[in-house]
């Protein structure tokens, strides 16, 4: 999962991009590079490794201009060297590309035929090439991107800079997100709002299909048929902060270390302490005691969180459970029932094929109900209700806090449902309830626990294997943990 910078600004923006780079790290990458427009000539430096290889290159060889992109990348197609590295360019366009183009090859021999040179094995290239072309043809910029993105087949989101444009910058989405953000006079683009946090909250997430054209004064958003379209601009909740380590070794570690502390945050927005009853049901679009059948998808994590629901739900509230893969529910043809509910559990609020998944439950007629991190995802956006997790960004690749505060929220769930089925009297109810908000300290009394904690992680990296063993609810915990050991 690459990341995406742009910025249209007042001063040097070589320096802010490769900051705001380095909040997107968490996502991982093996080369990285920046591209800027100076003297109305677009140059570039890129280099494999981590973000500190391009920082000492920078500073051996600065760049300046205050119209820039960049991207940290994961090799898909080409070797992870200098060479692949993104912006990839032209003498006329810039681009950075999350995703993959699907027929890069069968565009990429067209262009070849017509005269285009290429100089890498990228799928990325053959985007800077196309609207290079459209250009020599004559359109402008709009129309050169607009054109371009009707030939483009596959999953990404693009951020494109132009020679001799200092201000404009063109954006766009299908399948991968991209979000806007609006300053000061200045303006951004980003894979999500963490990147931009430093520099705005006021962010505006695009739509599937969506294409934006940016410069200092605003944005004009167009939709996949070329209209323009009006997207709600929201206040981020991400802030500069985040990426703070403290005292902690790494994210990781500062995320197991939060839990006790996010899931109350998470809990104290599913339940009433005082009363000992779950909240969640006021104003749901649903009952849970009209449904026959309850249909949960996610990928990953998630997945085993809500495998973990099932047993809940069927044990509590008597209500079946059908849980898939995302990721393989997509390719079934799944009848579903009239007026079901489906519930999608992800942190990002942006898993592509849950995401997938979730359309085809709305084109069958269901209630679609959320379980997510970020508010502001698109996920989240496409749902009827959404209910949060407040584990605040995970920055860590492997999900600790969001796993466990998606727990927090399922049994809150349970809880609900039960009630509402009449399987739990308020006794039940709130007995459950208290055993919840205990939940905290049992986890702060365990994590106090860290002699013994690092003398069985000391024996287990002395281990070539591992066997995780569990049944009912604990066999999805030792998926879980196996998932992390591996």
């Known amino acids: 999962m690459c990341g995406i910078v742009g910025i249209l600004g007042h001063g040097q923006v070589a320096g802010p991009i490769v900051d705001a780079l380095r909040r997107l790290e968490y996502r991982g990458y093996d080369s990285a590079g920046v591209a800027t427009l100076v003297n109305g000539h677009i140059e570039r430096r890129r280099a494999p490794g981590k973000l500190s290889e391009l920082a000492s290159r920078l500073d051996i060889e600065p760049l300046s201009g205050t119209s820039g992109i960049g991207h940290t990348r994961w090799a898909t197609h080409g070797a992870p060297n200098e060479t692949n ?8 366009v810039a681009v950075v590309h999350n995703g993959i183009i699907e027929n890069f090859r069968e565009l990429k021999d067209a262009l070849i035929e017509s005269g285009r040179v290429f100089s890498t094995d990228t799928d990325t290239e053959v985007i800077a090439h196309l609207i290079t072309a459209e250009l020599d043809a004559g359109k ?7 054109d371009s ?5 596959g999953a990404f989101a693009l951020a494109i800079l132009f020679a001799g444009e200092d201000d404009l910058m063109i954006g766009a989405r299908r399948g991968s997100p991209l979000a806007v953000g609006r300053g000061e006079g200045e303006m951004f683009l980003g894979s999500d709002a963490i990147a931009l946090a430093p520099m705005t909250r006021n962010v505006t997430y695009l739509e599937d299909g969506d294409w934006v054209v940016v410069n200092r004064k605003g944005a004009v958003i167009r939709d996949e048929s070329g209209h323009e379209v009006k997207r709600p601009e929201t206040v981020s909740s991400a802030s500069a902060h985040v990426i703070d380590k403290g005292n902690h070794r790494h994210f990781m570690m500062k995320e197991i270390d939060e839990q006790p502390e996010v899931i109350s945050h998470t809990l104290a927005g599913c339940i009433d302490m005082a009363k000992g009853r ?4 006021d104003g749901l679009p649903f009952d849970f005691k009209s449904l026959d059948r309850l249909a949960i998808s996610a990928c990953g994590t998630a997945y085993y969180a809500g495998l973990v629901a099932r047993y809940w739900f069927e044990h509590y509230a008597r209500l079946p459970v059908d849980i898939d893969i995302a990721s393989e529910f997509r390719y079934r043809e799944v009848p579903m029932p009239e007026h079901g509910l489906a519930l999608f559990i992800s942190q990002s609020g942006e898993t592509a094929d849950t995401l997938a998944t979730l359309r085809y439950c709305r084109e069958q007629g269901q209630h679609i109900a959320s379980i997510v991190n970020v508010p502001e995802s698109t996920i989240a956006r496409e749902s009827d209700v959404i209910f949060r997790t407040l584990a605040g960004p995970e920055i860590g690749v492997a999900s600790t806090k969001a796993f466990t505060c998606q727990l927090a ?21 709130q007995k459950l309830v208290s055993a919840l908000i205990e939940v905290p300290r049992h986890m702060a009394h365990i994590m106090a626990q860290e002699p013994l904690i690092e003398e069985i992680a000391r024996d287990l990296s002395k281990v070539n294997h591992a066997l995780y063993l569990g049944r009912a609810t604990n066999y999805p915990i030792a998926l879980e943990g196996a998932l992390k050991l591996k």
Request: net charge negative; aromatic share 0%; no cysteine.
């Open 149 to 153: 993105l009707g030939r483009l087949e």
């Open 85 to 92: 590295a993104h912006p990839h360019a032209t003498d006329k």
């Open 409 to 429: 929220v399922l049994a809150s769930l349970v809880i609900l449902a039960g009630r509402q089925r009449g399987i739990l009297t308020e006794e039940d109810e």
């Open 140 to 146: 402008t910029p709009v129309d050169a991107v607009a």
């Open 278 to 281: 779950v909240t969640l049901g």
